[in-house]
């Protein structure tokens, strides 16, 4: 069974500040990883998608994968109130149609 | 704009009632997945389809069943509803080409009494 945990929070940041999400997982075989971000009462949407090793950026977004301790990490710069929502990191094997879905961090940003 | 589309945001049934869950999407996209979110369990994936007619199970499809006769639509069936099946139910679609990017809907919250 493929596993991927995440802490499930809440995590609070103030505004401004930086906020790290973490995420393990189990399967080694794993070639692809994502962020996915669910406001309360609404359906997740793709944030970032990473599939080798290093770091890569996106605006305010960057995201870090690091394959040998199979650990994928969001960091969210300059944090605001907008980005109070929960993550979720999704893993994918090679050649598989399915996600893997953590339970997801709650993260709080206090103005 | 990209559109999944779930034909009930609420439903309330009873234990033993037979339940669809529709689902429609307008991308053109091959593959089509049914998820259950419940607090504290995460998203986890009963059923996928990556073309007509096609259908595999996920993680839990113990209790469910699901359809797939055009490519544009995937229906979830409870058979004889549970308590147990309370739960927020995500329908999602990808392409073939990306088959990472999922496009969810914006789910059913189904309640059984």
């Known amino acids: 069974q493929k596993e991927v945990e995440q802490n499930s929070g809440p995590l609070s940041v103030p505004e401004g500040a930086i906020a790290s999400l973490n995420c393990t997982y189990s399967d080694r075989g794993s070639q692809s990883f994502f962020w996915y971000r669910q406001y309360s009462g609404k359906s997740p949407e793709l944030i970032m998608s990473?599939?080798?090793?290093g770091d890569k950026e996106d605006g305010r977004f960057t995201a870090q994968l690091n394959k040998a301790s199979q650990y994928v990490s969001l960091l969210i710069r300059d944090s605001q109130p907008s980005d109070s929502a929960t993550y979720l990191c999704a893993v994918s094997g090679a050649g598989s149609y399915q996600l893997t879905f953590g339970k997801g961090t709650k993260l709080s940003v206090i103005p | 704009d990209v559109k999944v589309t779930q034909s009930s945001r609420y439903l309330v049934k009873r234990t033993g009632e037979k339940v669809f869950l529709e689902c429609v999407q307008d991308?053109?996209?091959?593959?089509m997945f049914w998820y259950r979110q419940d607090p504290g369990l995460g998203l986890r994936l009963i059923y996928f389809s990556y073309d007509v007619k096609m259908k595999e199970k996920g993680d839990i499809p113990e209790g469910y069943s699901v359809s797939r006769e055009k490519k544009e639509r995937f229906s979830l069936i409870l058979e004889s509803a549970s308590t147990n099946q309370t739960s927020m139910y995500l329908c999602?679609?990808?392409?073939?080409?990306?088959?990472?990017?999922?496009?969810f809907g914006e789910g059913s919250r189904l309640t059984v009494l």
């Open positions: 991308m053109d996209h091959e593959n």
């Open positions: 990473i599939y080798s090793n």
């Open positions: 999602a679609s990808s392409s073939g080409q990306d088959v990472e990017e999922l496009f």
